[in-house]
């Protein structure tokens, strides 16, 4: 059973930044996919970046292309999301989750239903 813990959110003035990170531990395969997904209030969970275990496959949304960074670190089971430039529209809760056993394509990477691990998730807010 694989768990996953999200740490790093919080509260922060338009412009800023924010690094997020996702531990994983239980994993039974070293094949994986982790993707960052996010759901403001009254809205649907939304794709933000995923990227596999060899970190050589990664997908952003249209909407954080150029400010926002995923990154992983195998050593640590870490993966993290370093959000520059933070807008207002990125205050969401963000939850990290995962697919053990594959490198998901584009077409199933940024669907929720595509991860069978989920984290609790961690609030960002982005002050206007």
């Known amino acids: 059973q694989v768990q996953l813990v999200e740490s790093g959110g919080g509260l922060v003035q338009a412009g800023g930044s924010l690094r997020l990170s996702c531990a994983a531990s239980?994993?039974?395969?070293?094949?994986?996919?982790v993707g960052w997904f996010r759901q403001a209030p009254g809205k649907e969970r939304a794709f933000v970046a995923s990227?596999?275990?060899?970190?050589?496959?990664?997908y952003y949304a249209n909407s954080v292309k150029g400010r926002f960074t995923i990154s992983s670190d195998n050593a640590k089971n870490t993966v993290d999301l370093q959000m520059n430039s933070l807008k207002p529209e990125d205050t969401a809760a963000y939850y990290c989750?995962?697919?053990?056993?594959?490198?998901?394509?584009?077409?199933?990477?940024?669907?929720?239903?595509?991860?069978?691990?989920w984290g609790q998730g961690t609030q960002v807010t982005v002050s206007s």
């Open positions: 990227i596999d275990w060899s970190a050589t496959t990664t």
């Open positions: 239980g994993r039974a395969t070293s094949r994986y996919t």
């Open positions: 989750a995962t697919r053990e056993g594959f490198s998901l394509p584009s077409s199933q990477a940024i669907s929720s239903t595509a991860y069978n691990y």
